[in-house]
């Protein structure tokens, strides 16, 4: 059988721009989702106060909102660290082209 060449079998190629797009998304996403969560916390808060509950019971909800926003945190860092990698190797990469 002859080796087709179709979608199944051709690689994919990404460029120094395309990973600095996607990394730079994702960051603004978790910027988004850092946003939400401190607004959550600043609701729980409010309902705490609002209806004298003592911090007991808000534990569960406060510590799960408390896990996603270390990992948004991490997520954040990661992303916009990568996102500085590969838009440092795009700008070497445009230079390179314009000599």
Request: proline fraction near 2%; charge should be negative; charged fraction near 25%.
């Amino acid at each position: 059988m002859p080796n087709q060449n179709n979608a199944q079998n051709t690689p994919k190629t990404y460029t120094t721009g395309d990973m600095v797009d996607a990394y730079s998304l994702a960051e603004c996403d978790m910027q988004w989702m850092s946003v939400a969560i401190t607004d959550i916390k600043k609701r729980i808060k409010e309902l705490k106060n609002d209806l004298g509950i003592n911090a007991t019971g808000f534990y569960a909800l406060e510590h799960v909102v408390d896990m996603y926003e270390y990992i948004a945190e991490c997520r954040l860092h990661h992303y916009s660290g990568r996102a500085e990698v590969y838009q440092a190797e795009w700008d070497t990469d445009k230079k390179a082209v314009t000599l």
